[in-house]
């Protein structure tokens, strides 16, 4: 290890070094430990629904706690959880690095957003304490504005005031990306990380500000009795499900955009070879950004929205699909020839691809007009979002936490037990949510605290998984604190991998580099990089081969 | 050197390498801000958009009772501050170290009486019990005519007033609808003016110390690229708010 | 880059110009055109935001991706305006209360 | 015959089929991509395991043949999906003609439902087999939404409108229908039974079980009550149209567009009469907004179209406008 580095440099580690640093690697972890702590909140209450479920009268808590249990863990799990989980951890820490800068463009508002992340989360937390939450996580008027009887007005300046911590990180990232890049490093030499959270960013600053007024105005409705959306005072609930989902449709492509970038780094990085379709990777992270603000009306097929709306939107969420896709199959492709290892991160990417092409390609049943009105606001769609979000967000967070852990840490974590807990996470995900497909196809509703007997065995299956699921989550967080102590120094390099990120110490020195980086070579182009020490890769077939 | 990176070397922040960049980085931050501000007034000027469809004659007669001159004085009173905001940075750029002061001193006087008209105009409104909520009463005013008041505009209020009623029973909730969304709107953009009022007030003390020079005016210009987009805000709120069915 | 330095004279005459503006749209507010008096008052609106942003702004000597920014912007709220007008122009007769019998009614 | 486990629900109305069949295609589709790509996985991982601990991979770096195949051949998929999906989504928003009409009522946490004699039930519907029936949808609080799942039927209650809804049930049997929007404590709990019979079970249910007052007897009384009646004489005054022969009818509106008239027309027109002027009369009507509950408004509503079966009577004595009506 380096006798200094970020963490040890200049202050020490002292809390109040903590508070005031605007060193974004140290705000990276400040997000790490709060994330974190909303997603443990929120896992303990997905535990409590899946144990509430177990029986088909509910086995554990009366009908409203139910309610505050889903609402508060979908609130809890995007908002503060997954939203921020990808981009405002590992963004943070390696956007300066992998573009050769010193930190972001603006450290203050870096710290300034955590600091708008928190007090978030306070009032947010406030609210599940004093009387919880029971409007399902989407809000919709008139019961979140005038029915319910629970505590939603702190919970929406919750994540009214969350929305600029989103908002901040977007901004610094594109005008970091833009203007900070070291030379050499030129737009298509940018890592495919660096081109997803571009894409993110865009999505989070054209976004966000939307659900942000909408939830302003419900809350006004609410604490002044206004009308905006209760059609008793004249006001129209369907056109708050328009400005909501003009954001939370985007908003599911801020939690995968950043889990494709991870993958999109580790998959060349095990194969040893350039990504395959580089361009193509890159061009489809901001055409999903794009067109993924063209389709959120597909979550609205059933509330009586015009037929042609209906069409229009579920024509364009087909076409969201496919630079999808163009991802899937580049990913696939590259293995192509590749010297695949099994490190631990490649294993999770590997299940991230395997978990989000379901989770995607269910997408695709709900997309389907005359699909959907069988299926929407089932189970289905509980196993959609979930195959999406868990089986392949969370798993490219865990799976990116593993990759760049001895970056972040100088240290590496025990390697079997590591691959052991990926499959673990793998087996468990699909017994839990597998079942829920079925389920809603045979119509059980979401957000039901009980169900038809007929329900019940798939419900148990569902249950065991997550006790498995749970325990697949319990394991990186104990092995992954353990290393920080007792774990093998990595080096700086100690995959190998191509990107900028890894020509620095592990960890890092507080101005990133030593001296400001040149870049001369392609990305993950392990031909000319002699440097890493490997045996420079004998052309044995043409490098634009079909073979 | 090792241990602090982001020193300042004068004006120069330790992230950059140079003054450009920083002036670039800095310019590029504020227009993306101001590219989510649209998008924040957007979701409330699509609320209005489609209420003021359904409802249209309950805008008008909400949009009647507002004050033609006080609106069309503090857009004139905005426009004139973004001028002289645009001159401050002009001042800047040409090294008048002088009359950079001076100006940012008369945007701030300006942006403090638009601020103060809106006061005056919400006193009004709460005079005329159309704040929204359980006191709320379209037809107040035209049946508690003070002797201040112009009988004949008090007449012509009250003849609109009972129309609409008699078209729509719920004039009265469709009307706080409008006075919900003018609310909204404006308390929202005073609280950008109350923002700007602020920056501009950092800006006069830094100016007062001679920190802007042609080679360093970032703030300057930063700011005032915020101040400019409130008032473009004002621009289509003016019309919006105020202008809603006059002829008649 | 070197700074474009915008002359006082521009910003005065760009002033004059809103003013001019501010007054034709009061004017025109009271005349009747029926369903183009909004028309009237947004088009004279979006001519006087775009005097702002491309004179008082500078963004006419910015740099491309400025421009690209201001572009954007407006560009997502017309998605944002656009989508959602299209679905409540669309809707089944219960649901057009945007009607345009609503507006004429008034004209 | 359903398994122990089964993969579906009953298939019970004209709709059922077609979806499973959807449900197949779009299947089989993606069994075929998850598999396509797991097996490639599988498949590279071993065969291209590293072989020595240094040894990198060979560059390929990009082929747009490739990457256009891949993009167009989901495309063209998709596109099968989407027109698919679409055809059987307009089949759901055409409600044929001959429809039994049954109005439903939602409110936290029960459902109201009318059938057109009046009937009422509480959790409970009976419908004929093989008939059209359409389902006319209001709710009195927050969104609810009406689900049958033995149907592939779904449609949201929305609170302020009307949404409609039809199927056509092709097997007897009791099936379950569920509130499927999120509505607040006991959502769970605000469903019931939908009991599909032969037409003449049916038709001997519907005489056995009296009680109920009937619909369009509301109606006519609360016609007089509210005063409808003093403008909306049978014949028409020169002042106010005459509601007879109105429902199903095109009524020309002041702006020269034209409108069918349905219930949501109606209810409109009572809720927001100047939202759409017949052309030729005065916006005079005031509008009942706050003044009827939502059960009032189908019971007027249902009147209305009662006046339907009396003859049209002549228009036209010249002193009257022109009435509007096509
Ligand atoms: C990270 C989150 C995430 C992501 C990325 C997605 C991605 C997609 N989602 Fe999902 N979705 C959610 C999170 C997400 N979703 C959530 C949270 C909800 C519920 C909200 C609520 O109500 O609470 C939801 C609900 C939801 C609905 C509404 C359902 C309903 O309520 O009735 C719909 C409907 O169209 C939909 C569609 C899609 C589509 C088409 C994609 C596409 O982007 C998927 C594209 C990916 C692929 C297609 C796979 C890869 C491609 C291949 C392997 C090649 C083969 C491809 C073809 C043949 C085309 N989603
Ligand atoms: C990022 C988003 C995210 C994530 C990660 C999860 C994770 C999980 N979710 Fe959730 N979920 C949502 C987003 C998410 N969910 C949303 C948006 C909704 C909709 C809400 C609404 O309707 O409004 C929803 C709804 C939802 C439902 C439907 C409720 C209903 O409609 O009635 C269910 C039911 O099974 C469920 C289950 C789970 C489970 C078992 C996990 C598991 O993956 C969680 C596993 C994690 C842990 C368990 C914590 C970590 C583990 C440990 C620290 C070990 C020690 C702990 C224990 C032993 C308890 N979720
Ligand atoms: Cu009613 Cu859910
Ligand atoms: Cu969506």
Request: proline share 6%; with cysteine; glycine share 8%.
């Amino acid at each position: 290890m380096p006798d200094t580095h970020y963490l040890n440099a200049t202050y020490g580690y002292g809390i109040r070094t903590w508070l005031l640093t605007t060193d974004h690697k140290r705000i990276a972890l400040l997000y790490l430990c709060s994330v974190t702590v909303f997603f443990f909140i929120g896992g303990v209450l997905a535990t409590m629904i899946r144990i509430h479920l177990l029986t088909p009268g509910g086995a554990l808590v009366t009908p409203e706690t139910y309610n505050k249990l889903f609402t508060m863990h979908g609130v809890a799990m995007i908002f503060f959880f997954l939203i921020p989980s990808i981009p405002a951890v590992l963004g943070n820490f390696l956007i300066p690095l992998m573009i050769g800068a010193k930190d972001l463009a603006f450290p203050k508002i870096n710290l300034l957003s955590w600091y708008i992340y928190i007090i978030g989360g306070c009032f947010v937390l406030y609210s599940f304490g004093t009387g919880g939450l029971d409007t399902g996580w989407t809000f919709y008027t008139p019961l979140s504005s005038v029915y319910s009887n629970s505590a939603v007005t702190p919970a929406v300046v919750g994540i009214f005031i969350n929305g600029f911590s989103s908002i901040l990180t977007g901004l610094n990232f594109i005008v970091t990306i833009h203007t900070m890049r070291a030379p050499g490093m030129t737009w298509f030499r940018l890592p495919l990380f660096a081109w997803a959270h571009y894409a993110t960013s865009l999505v989070m600053i054209l976004g966000t500000p939307v659900i942000a007024i909408t939830l302003l105005l419900a809350g006004l409705e609410r604490m002044f009795h206004l009308g905006f959306f209760n059609p008793a005072l004249g006001g129209d609930p369907i056109l708050f499900q328009h400005l909501f989902w003009f954001y939370s449709h985007p908003a599911v492509y801020i939690m995968v955009l950043p889990a494709m970038g991870v993958v999109s780094e580790i998959i060349p990085t095990f194969a040893r070879k350039p990504i395959f379709g580089y361009s193509f990777i890159a061009g489809s992270s901001i055409a999903i950004a794009v067109i993924g603000f063209l389709v959120w009306a597909h979550h609205m097929f059933v509330t009586g929205e015009s037929t042609y709306a209906a069409l229009t939107f579920s024509f364009l969420s087909y076409l969201v699909a496919i630079p999808s896709a163009v991802k899937v199959f580049n990913w696939t492709a590259t293995l192509y020839k590749g010297s695949i290892s099994w490190d631990p991160p490649m294993v999770y990417a590997l299940g991230f691809i395997g978990l989000f092409v379901i989770g995607g390609l269910t997408g695709l049943f709900l997309a389907c007009l005359g699909l959907d009105i069988h299926i929407h606001d089932t189970y289905f769609v509980v196993a959609h979002f979930h195959y999406i979000m868990v089986g392949g967000a969370v798993m490219g967070y865990v799976g990116g936490l593993h990759f760049w852990w001895p970056k972040i840490t100088g240290r590496l974590y025990p390697d079997s037990l590591s691959r052991f807990a990926a499959v673990i996470l793998f087996v468990g995900f699909n017994l839990t949510f597998f079942p829920q497909f079925i389920l809603g196809y045979l119509g059980m509703p979401r957000r039901y605290h009980t169900y038809p007997p007929e329900f019940q065995v798939l419900n148990v299956l569902s249950t065991a998984g997550a006790s498995i699921l749970a325990l697949g989550y319990l394991l990186p967080m104990v092995y992954l604190a353990w290393s920080m102590r007792y774990g093998k120094v990595a080096g700086p390099n100690p995959w190998p991998a191509t990107g900028l990120e890894w020509k620095t110490d592990s960890p890092p020195p507080t101005e990133n580099f030593h001296v400001t980086p040149e870049v001369t070579w392609e990305p993950y182009d392990y031909n000319s990089r002699p440097d890493l020490g490997l045996a420079a890769g004998k052309p044995l077939a043409p490098a634009h081969g079909d073979d | 050197m090792r241990e602090c990176r982001v020193h300042r070397t004068g004006d120069l922040f330790g992230q950059f390498q140079t003054l450009e960049q920083q002036k670039e980085t800095a310019a590029l931050g504020m227009w993306i801000f101001l590219a989510t501000e649209v998008l924040f007034f957007g979701g409330m000027f699509l609320t209005y958009t489609i209420n003021r469809h359904f409802y249209f004659t309950a805008f008008g007669i909400g949009s009647n009772t507002l004050d033609i001159k006080l609106g069309g004085f503090n857009t004139v009173v905005l426009i004139l501050s973004s001028l002289t905001m645009a001159m401050a940075v002009w001042s800047a750029q040409t090294g008048k170290k002088k009359l950079v002061t001076g100006f940012l001193i008369a945007t701030l006087s300006l942006g403090t009486v638009f601020l103060g008209v809106k006061v005056i105009e919400y006193k009004q409104k709460f005079d005329h019990h159309l704040i929204p909520g359980h006191g709320f009463d379209m037809t107040y005013r035209s049946s508690h005519p003070t002797p201040a008041d112009d009988p004949r505009e008090i007449a012509a209020e009250k003849e609109e007033v009972e129309k609409a009623f008699a078209s729509d029973l719920d004039t009265n909730a469709h009307a706080q609808l409008y006075f919900s969304l003018y609310f909204a709107m404006t308390g929202l953009h005073a609280l950008h003016m109350i923002v700007g009022a602020g920056l501009l007030v950092w800006l006069i003390k830094e100016s007062f110390r001679g920190r802007f020079s042609p080679q360093y005016n970032t703030p300057v210009e930063i700011v005032g690229f915020y101040w400019h987009f409130v008032d473009i805000v004002w621009i289509y709120l003016f019309p919006l708010l105020y202008l809603i069915d006059r002829h008649r | 880059m070197s700074e474009h330095i915008v002359s006082w004279k521009v910003y005065l005459v760009i002033f004059v110009l809103l003013m001019v503006g501010t007054g034709t749209t009061v004017w025109a507010a009271f005349q009747n055109f029926g369903p183009f008096n909004i028309v009237i008052a947004l088009g004279i609106a979006t001519i006087k935001a775009t005097l702002v942003v491309l004179y008082f702004m500078h963004a006419r000597y910015s740099p491309r991706r400025t421009q690209l920014v201001i572009v954007c912007s407006v560009f997502w709220l017309a998605i944002m305006l656009a989508l959602t007008l299209a679905d409540y122009q669309t809707r089944q007769p219960r649901e057009s209360r945007l009607s345009p019998s609503v507006v004429s009614y008034h004209a | 015959m359903q398994s122990q486990l089964p993969l579906y629900p009953p298939e019970a109305s004209n709709f059922a089929p077609h979806v499973d069949a959807l449900m197949v295609f779009i299947t089989s589709v993606c069994v075929f991509f998850t598999a396509g790509i797991t097996i490639a996985i599988v498949y590279f991982f071993f065969k291209y395991h590293r072989k020595a601990p240094d040894a990198v991979g060979i560059p390929i770096h990009e082929d747009s043949r490739l990457e256009a195949a891949w993009m167009i051949v989901p495309l063209i998929l998709a596109m099968a999906m989407f027109g698919w999906g679409a055809v059987v989504y307009v089949d759901y928003r055409h409600t044929p003609r001959d429809t039994l009409d049954i109005y439903v009522t939602g409110k936290q946490w029960m459902w109201k439902l009318q059938q057109p004699n009046g009937l009422k039930e509480i959790n409970e519907l009976h419908v004929p087999v093989g008939r059209n029936i359409r389902l006319i949808l209001a709710s009195e609080d927050v969104i609810h939404d009406f689900f049958v799942p033995a149907f592939r039927v779904k449609m949201d209650v929305v609170p302020g409108h009307y949404n409609t809804m039809w199927f056509r049930p092709t097997k007897a049997g009791r099936y379950h229908f569920f509130c499927s929007q999120y509505c607040g404590t006991n959502h769970a709990l605000m469903g019931g039974w939908v009991t599909v019979m032969e037409p003449s079970d049916y038709a001997a249910w519907l005489s056995g079980s009296s009680g109920g007052s009937d619909q369009v007897v509301a109606g006519e009384k609360l016609f007089a009550e509210k005063a409808c009646i003093t403008c909306h004489v049978p014949n028409g005054t020169g002042r106010s149209p005459s509601l007879n022969g109105l429902y199903g009818a095109q009524v020309l509106l002041a702006d020269g567009t034209t409108v069918t008239a349905d219930e949501a027309y109606i209810r409109e027109s009572i809720l927001q009469p100047n939202a759409k002027i017949v052309a030729g009369y005065q916006p005079l009507m005031p509008t009942f907004q706050g003044q009827l509950t939502e059960e009032q408004i189908l019971a007027l509503t249902a009147y209305i179209k009662s006046l339907q079966s009396q003859p049209v009577p002549v228009k036209g004595s010249g002193i009257a406008p022109p009435t509007g009506k096509k």
